[in-house]
């Protein structure tokens, strides 16, 4: 017989985590619903704060790839509003959406566990690592911006919550000086990005790579239905399709 212990239900009752869904989880929100499932217990004060930054943080970025692959996999199903989210969320990779996951595991990997480091011990790991990635020609995921090229605003306010919260560790302030290691090595300015951020604090908060990612998952599903209703409203798919064909 199967069974899970994420919930269930009988003719009487549902049930989450233990919790019954109608007398107790209707008088919570979602974030703390959100917490019960992934996690197995309501959140902290703290950790409801930091879950709810994750979560706004990767609600929306604009017409990328995910974006556009909702949107004109909606074009062609019309009638599909689930497939044409399922398409956005495949796109999630190592380059885009899912690079939460990446960071985390780089650095996790690269920064051994121990309960503190000195300020410079970090920066020594930092320099020792850009040093042999970059003579491997291997990037680092979560360094870098294209635009921020001064700083990503971002990164300075998560960490600035993360502290807050008491979850500004040894992997935040390994991260940091990773980007400061990058620049010094390459002569120019490359900015730590938000993925790398979060990705450090994911690890400071004690939770894995994986479960980084699957919170951007559900941020970014709120943007992707948003984009596919506006495509409902107002659609760009067709002249989407007429540029690439060159109509």
């Not at 703390?32 to 959140?43: H, K, N, T």
């Not at 020594?124 to 605003?153: L, M, S, T, Y």
Request: net charge negative; aromatic share 6%.
């Amino acid at each position: 017989m199967f069974n899970s212990q994420i919930g269930g239900g009988d003719a009487h009752s549902i049930s989450v985590r233990g919790h019954d869904l109608v007398n107790d989880l209707f008088n919570r929100d979602f974030i703390d619903v959100l917490a019960l499932e992934l996690l197995g217990q309501f959140p902290t004060p703290e950790l409801k704060r930091m879950l709810n930054l994750f979560l706004v943080s990767a609600t929306d970025h604009g017409l990328t790839p995910s974006a556009l692959s909702a949107r004109l996999t909606l074009h062609g199903a019309p009638e599909s509003m689930q497939g044409a989210l399922a398409a956005g969320l495949l796109g999630a990779g190592s380059r885009f959406l899912g690079v939460i996951e990446y960071s985390a595991r780089f650095l996790r990997d690269a920064l051994p566990q121990q309960d503190s480091y000195t300020d410079e011990e970090l920066r020594q790991f930092a320099e020792e690592c850009v040093k042999v990635n970059k003579a491997a020609k291997r990037k680092i995921p979560g360094v870098g911006h294209p635009i921020h090229v001064d700083g990503d605003p971002r990164c300075e306010r998560m960490f600035e919550i993360a502290r807050d919260c008491g979850f500004y560790g040894n992997y935040s302030r390994f991260a940091v000086e990773l980007a400061a290691a990058a620049a010094r090595q390459s002569g120019r300015k490359i900015p730590l990005n938000a993925t790398g951020a979060k990705g450090a604090i994911v690890l400071d908060m004690g939770l894995t790579p994986e479960l980084g990612k699957a919170l951007t998952m559900i941020g970014r599903s709120v943007g992707l239905m948003a984009h596919i209703i506006e495509e409902q409203q107002n659609p760009i798919g067709q002249k989407v399709w007429d540029m690439a064909s060159g109509a």
